[in-house]
């Protein structure tokens, strides 16, 4: 099981000692849209880079 109050103090140990509140906020934030992007990706739930060009040529502007 992932201990994550020892993630997030390890994360604000490592932050400036000047961090404001919003800054720790958007790291342990950051971290866990990372975390579950790699959940993502180990259950399989992935595009290929095809698929990414695909849906991204409906939003450029030609």
């Given amino acids: 099981m992932v201990d994550f109050k020892s993630e997030?103090?390890?994360i604000i140990k490592e932050m400036p000692s000047d961090s404001t509140i919003e800054d720790i906020m958007g790291e342990l934030y950051f971290k866990a849209?990372?975390?579950?992007g790699l959940k993502q990706l180990d259950e399989g739930n992935s595009l290929s880079h095809t698929?990414?060009?695909e849906r991204m040529s409906k939003w450029i502007i030609k």
Wanted: glycine fraction near 0%.
């Fill in 33 to 36: 849209q990372v975390d579950v």
């Fill in 8 to 10: 997030a103090l390890a």
């Fill in 51 to 53: 698929e990414v060009k």
